[in-house]
């Protein structure tokens, strides 16, 4: 497809008995709900149910971090993209019942104007699929040329993970049955020149 080289997607990055820990562990906790950033203000957060509709925790499991790094750089380099990247944000666990969603959206732009996080920026995005026990609810990317638009759905197999640079566009598209789970992680580096 056109979206070679913009994200790479991989089975089984997490085994069901590490799918079934995260979702046990955090199974009885209480969610909130999701926010988004008010357009131009990087401090400014607000809930935005045009734009998101899901429920959110914040995690700070060593384990995933130290999991998933590798992932990360093999990712990094085989994709030629060679961000310097230089740690991550907490983790986002993130639940979409039925009905929820989130529209088209980038995650970062890597420019100076974006700088957070003691002056990085989201330069990697990834997302792991905890279950699939659900219908609908599809990753989608946004392609755009010269006025088209070409769209990507992503598999979305319990713990397949996908990874791409966070000013791609993306959404998840409405939930219709069950419950969907992912771990979300953006990974950080300097802006880009």
């Given at each position: 497809t056109n979206f070679k080289h913009l994200l790479m997607y991989a089975e089984d990055v997490f085994d069901k008995k590490k799918c079934d820990k995260v979702l046990r562990k955090y199974w009885g906790r209480k969610w909130k709900d999701a926010t988004v950033k008010e357009s131009g203000n990087k401090e400014q957060v607000q809930i935005d149910e045009t734009l998101r509709i899901s429920e959110v925790l914040w995690l700070?499991?060593?384990w995933i971090f130290d999991y998933i790094?590798?992932?990360m750089q093999?990712?990094?380099d085989?994709?030629?993209w060679c961000y310097d990247i230089r740690g991550c944000e907490d983790i986002q666990l993130t639940?979409?019942?039925?009905g929820s969603f989130y529209d088209f959206h980038t995650d970062g732009l890597g420019d100076h104007v974006s700088k957070d996080h003691g002056g990085m920026v989201r330069k990697l995005s990834m997302t792991i699929f905890l279950n699939d026990d659900y219908e609908g609810g599809e990753f989608q990317f946004a392609k755009y040329h010269k006025?088209?638009?070409e769209i990507l759905t992503q598999e979305h197999k319990a713990g397949g993970a996908v990874i791409f640079p966070s000013s791609l566009d993306h959404r998840v598209k409405p939930v219709t049955k069950g419950v969907r789970y992912s771990l979300v992680?953006?990974?950080i580096g300097p802006p880009f020149a």
């Open positions: 700070k499991e060593q790094w590798p992932w093999e990712a990094n085989q994709t030629g639940r979409y019942k039925v006025g088209e638009v992680i953006w990974f």
